[in-house]
Nanobody
């Protein structure tokens, strides 16, 4: 069984920063893709960023490029999403996801495991 637990969400002013950890347990993730998605009220879940657990092949949604960085922790089963220059439109519940494939994908259906989500609210 795979467990993913996100944390680090909160309320921040526009222009501020947050870092979201995702703690993974239950499986060796070294060969698989991991991703971050978000869902705002009344909207569909959308891709934010993804990476191979080895740290290779990071991929970003266009609106977060240059502001967000996805990475994995050294020696620990933790993945991070560092978010800088936050905007009110970044407000959403952010979800960590793990895939059974090595292919980095922006498609939510390609991910088999999901965390419970953490709320990020950016005030103007």
């Amino acid at each position: 069984q795979v467990q993913l637990v996100e944390s680090g969400g909160g309320l921040v002013q526009a222009g501020g920063s947050l870092r979201l950890p995702c703690a993974a347990s239950g499986r060796t993730f070294s060969a698989y893709a991991m991703g971050w998605f978000r869902q705002a009220p009344g909207k569909e879940r959308e891709f934010v960023a993804a990476i191979r657990w080895s740290g290779d092949s990071p991929s970003y949604e266009e609106s977060v490029k240059g502001r967000f960085t996805i990475s994995r922790g050294n020696g620990k089963n933790t993945m991070y999403l560092a978010m800088n220059s936050l905007k009110p439109e970044d407000t959403a519940i952010y979800y960590c996801a793990a895939s059974n494939s090595i292919v980095v994908s922006s498609v939510p259906e390609r991910y088999s495991y999901w965390g419970q989500g953490t709320q990020v609210t950016v005030s103007s």
